[in-house]
C-alpha cells in the first residue's frame, strides 16, 4: 500500500476555494524601484540570513543550507573579496563582472565599475558603488583605493 503524497511539499494549495488541488501562484517579486536594486537601501546592501540555521544568503527564496523559506532582511557592511573575474564584451565596450565573497559570509555576481579591467584581479578589495544612468537598476561595485596600489 502507498502512502498519499503530501501535496503542500510541492505547490502551496489554496484550501478556501472549492477545488482544494487550485495552485496558488506565489507572489511575484517586487519591481525594482527607480534608484537601484531592491536590495540596497539608502546606500546600505542589505542580505538575507536565516532564521532556523543562521545562514547568510543573497536573493534566494530558500536557504542554501537547510532549505527553510523563514529568511530575513540584514543590512551588510556592503564590502568584500574578489573571488573571480570575468570580462564580457557589450558593443566592444568591456563590461568586468565579478564573484564577490561579501564580509557578511555570502557571495555575489556583480559588476565592477570605474576600473580599467586589466586592474581588476582575484583577491581585491571591493565595495558597493552608487550607480546612475542606464545600469542603476543592476549590482555594482568599486575597488577599494587599497586595491589600487597593488
Keep these: 500500500m502507498t502512502q498519499p503524497?503530501?501535496?503542500?511539499?510541492?505547490?502551496?494549495?489554496?484550501?478556501?476555494?472549492?477545488?482544494?488541488?487550485t495552485y496558488v501562484e506565489p507572489a511575484a517579486r517586487a519591481p525594482l524601484p527607480p534608484d537601484g536594486p531592491a536590495e540596497v537601501k539608502d546606500g546600505t546592501l542589505h542580505f538575507q540570513r536565516c532564521r532556523w540555521c543562521?545562514?547568510?544568503?543573497?536573493?534566494?527564496l530558500l536557504c542554501?543550507?537547510?532549505?527553510?523559506?523563514?529568511?530575513?532582511?540584514?543590512?551588510?557592511?556592503?564590502?568584500g573579496v574578489i573571488r573571480r573575474v570575468t570580462v564580457g564584451r557589450n558593443?566592444?565596450?568591456p563590461h568586468p563582472v565579478a564573484v564577490i565573497?561579501?564580509?557578511?559570509?555570502?557571495?555575489?555576481?556583480?559588476?565592477i565599475m570605474g576600473t580599467p579591467p586589466e586592474?581588476?584581479?582575484?583577491?581585491a578589495l571591493v565595495r558597493l558603488?552608487?550607480?546612475?544612468?542606464?545600469?542603476?537598476?543592476e549590482l555594482a561595485f568599486q575597488l577599494c583605493e587599497a586595491s589600487h596600489a597593488g
Design 129 to 137: 558603488a552608487t550607480c546612475a544612468g542606464p545600469r542603476s537598476q
Design 91 to 93: 558593443g566592444g565596450v
Design 64 to 79: 542554501p543550507t537547510c532549505g527553510c523559506t523563514d529568511l530575513v532582511w540584514e543590512p551588510g557592511t556592503g564590502t
Design 101 to 111: 565573497a561579501m564580509d557578511d559570509g555570502y557571495r555575489l555576481s556583480a559588476r
Design 119 to 123: 586592474r581588476i584581479h582575484q583577491g
Design 54 to 60: 543562521n545562514t547568510p544568503s543573497f536573493r534566494r
Design 5 to 21: 503524497v503530501i501535496d503542500s511539499l510541492y505547490a502551496p494549495l489554496n484550501h478556501d476555494t472549492p477545488d482544494w488541488t
